[in-house]
């Protein structure tokens, strides 16, 4: 197996396998500690079906279905995340950690991309133990017993559902998910503190009014997607992403209008954050 860093802060190239057929023990470990380690990896050249892409995903945990889009005919863990040539909007086009807004958000999310525009199109994912980590010894203390209150209507990435929900949308699609997840989370496996707040689903910190929590929340969505925590994926096809949804935030960019973009994405399962 090879690995190859893409940035400074995360990320990483994992390639020397076919994952056509089930991972063995051996590898399946060695990708999960790439994972753990560098917060998001990439798979390139995996022309996967959707039984082996759900086959891959459940060496390393349970696919769960998303609350608002139907999951592809046959495997309702898949869904689709795309942009067709005459939409304007993409999907989940906002800095985010993946449904904060659940009770039990996923530990992780993979993408699997199926078509990619001729250029763009492009994810950024951020580091958000390094985020954690550069903040004054103060402003870590002051965060260490808040909790954030997520909720899955907030209207910026609500406007970035609506074309799927139209196309896709499940029976649950009108439904509002409300969370409270502490603002500073520890990772259950490596046991790193990391920033859990985000743009798109954090409306309000648990015990302070809105003008009081605003310029808190407002500093932390700056602080956290600095260029020094990120990395950057241009998509080919038939690439597989796993990115860390505990310590890791992610941005696709839209900047390619007129063109189709498909991916194919499971979610698994996680647990409540502490």
Known sequence: MNIKKIAGALGAQVSGFDLRQPPSETLAAQLRAAFLEHGVIFLPGQ???PQQFLQFARAFGTPVEYPFVKGIDE???IIEVKKLEHERVNFGGIWHSDTTYLAEPPMGTMLLSKVVPPYGGDTIFSNQVLA??????????????????????????SKTREDRIRSDGSKE??????????????????????????????????????????????????????PEFT???????????????????????????GFRRVMQ?????????Y
Not at 178 to 184: A, G, L, Q
Not at 189 to 201: D, F, P, Q
């Open 231 to 257: 990395c950057r994926w241009s998509w080919e096809v038939d690439c597989i992403a796993f990115w860390d949804n505990r310590s890791v935030q992610h941005n696709p960019v839209n900047d390619y209008h």
């Open 265 to 273: 994405r499971i979610t698994l399962q996680g647990t409540r954050p």
């Open 132 to 157: 954690y980590e550069s903040l004054s010894p103060t402003m870590q203390h002051l965060l260490e017993d808040l909790q954030g209150i997520s909720s899955s209507a907030k209207a910026d990435v």
């Open 75 to 77: 495997y309702p863990e």
């Open 173 to 226: 699609a009108a439904k509002e998910h409300v969370s409270k997840h502490p603002v500073v989370r520890t990772h259950p496996e490596t046991g790193a503190k990391a920033l859990y707040v985000n743009i798109a689903h954090t409306i309000g910190i648990d015990g302070l009014t809105d003008a009081e929590s605003k310029p808190l929340l407002d500093f932390l969505f700056e602080h956290q997607v600095k």
């Open 47 to 49: 022309p996967l079906l």
